[in-house]
């Protein structure tokens, strides 16, 4: 049996195992398995199974397709979302493998990248406690591999997941530079062509009114079924969202002690400028090389964000095999420092955070200075695999597409 069979059998069954897990778990410990994102979930399915709104459901904060998607967790079992998040990993495996294959990675080498991301506890954990980030995962790299066809389904994970549309900006510079470079071989061309190519080209303006068209149906159709709950729970709470609940976020103590009543707009927008400032440098600088531009800014986006919490950890390592056969970082050496410095930090927060949220002491203080240390954790990983990147070659870039 090829050692790619192997691979997606051992993750499939290893899935099926954890939900098996899950559910005991849920029966007989303190601590649930299951997400408690999960039960918002399938509460929102269960008021859409009835022919209500999702949105009365509290902290139901999504688009209608995803309690559309969990309908038969109310008519079948409760473990299906579990199940189709776990195929949604499957299949962002699958796309890894593709992606990597297209890039001319040998196949053995494509193999243990996919494998870093269908074997890595967070993503196999995420998933099979009911958390969805899988799926919009799965469906930006769907749009990687196939870029100029998949503005349909670039529209759609916006609509689903309001995080991927931070891709925007490299997914234009990246088509405006590989016209720019068709356009610089015809050597009938004029200079201003060129320089119209570098601006804007056909294929970003059709990529960009396609997707933007699929994302303005979709959110004029949900609202029109579920109204301005729509609007303000799915889009515009994403916007000013103040979450004084401890999470990784380097800001969650100054929102905690100030709560949201005192936190004016500019306060809730401002926290975007420095996250907005690094997202543009990332798609400026990296943009020709896509599934790097793509891994920095998720990563950036996650740790510069307001509320950080352990699903989003899913966006970037889902990218990250993708940026893996390209790195100069050594594993005894560097590739082992950061895999200890993140793990180590991370698990330095949660220490905190159980003697917080389950012990009930006053650590809130120790807690936001690990959310600092955790913050730098992240800098130095993603710095550290930026300084030590090969760029792919410029045909290598251009199969991927």
Not at 18 to 29: N, P, V
Not at 121 to 135: K, M
Not at 191 to 217: E, N
Not at 363 to 377: E, G
Request: contains cysteine; aromatic residues 16%; glycine residues 4%.
């Amino acid at each position: 049996m090829e050692s790619s069979v192997k691979l997606w059998i051992a993750s499939a069954l290893l899935r099926l195992a954890l939900i098996a897990y899950g559910e005991w778990q849920d029966s007989h410990l303190e601590v649930p398995y299951s997400d408690v994102d999960y039960t918002v979930f399938s509460d929102a399915a269960a008021f859409m199974a009835q022919g209500r709104s999702p949105f009365l459901r509290d902290t139901y904060r999504y688009s209608p397709l995803l309690a559309m998607l969990l309908l038969p967790n109310v008519w079948i079992h409760r473990c299906w979302g579990k199940i189709l998040f776990s195929v949604a990993d499957l299949l962002a495996g699958s796309l890894i493998y593709r992606l990597l294959r297209l890039q001319g990675i040998a196949e053995g080498v494509a193999i243990a990248c996919a494998a870093v991301f269908l074997l890595n506890p967070f993503t196999f954990t995420i998933g099979t406690r009911g958390n969805c980030e899988a799926l919009p995962c799965a469906v930006v790299l769907w749009t990687v591999i196939l870029l100029l066809q998949a503005a349909f389904w670039y529209g759609l994970v916006v609509h689903f997941r309001i995080y991927p549309i931070i891709y925007a900006l490299p997914f234009v510079l990246f088509l405006n530079a590989r016209a720019s470079e068709t356009t610089s071989k015809q050597a009938a061309s004029s200079k201003s062509m060129m320089i119209l190519a570098k601006l804007v080209s056909r294929d970003s303006l059709s990529f960009g009114l396609t997707s933007g068209a699929v994302f303005l149906a979709l959110t004029l159709a949900s609202y029109a079924l579920y109204g301005a709950s729509f609007l303000n729970e799915a889009l515009l709470y994403h916007l000013t969202r103040t979450d004084p609940r401890h999470n990784f976020s380097i800001y969650f103590y100054s929102i905690y002690l100030r709560q949201s009543s005192s936190i004016t707009l500019l306060d809730r927008l401002a926290s975007f400028a420095p996250q907005m400032l690094v997202q543009t440098v990332f798609a400026a600088a990296y943009h020709d090389d896509l599934p790097l531009c793509l891994f920095a800014q998720t990563a950036a986006f996650v740790a510069f964000n307001k509320v950080v919490t352990a699903q989003y950890f899913v966006w970037f390592f889902t990218l990250l095999p993708l940026v893996l056969p390209f790195t100069g970082l050594k594993f005894f050496w560097g590739g082992s420092l950061c895999i200890a410095v993140w793990t180590v930090s991370q698990l330095h927060w949660l220490a905190w955070a159980y003697l917080l949220e389950f012990k009930g002491r006053n650590v809130f203080f120790q807690l936001w200075i690990s959310s600092i240390v955790f913050f730098v954790a992240n800098v130095f990983v993603l710095s550290m695999l930026l300084y030590h990147h090969h760029n792919a070659t410029k045909e290598q870039k251009l199969k991927a597409i």
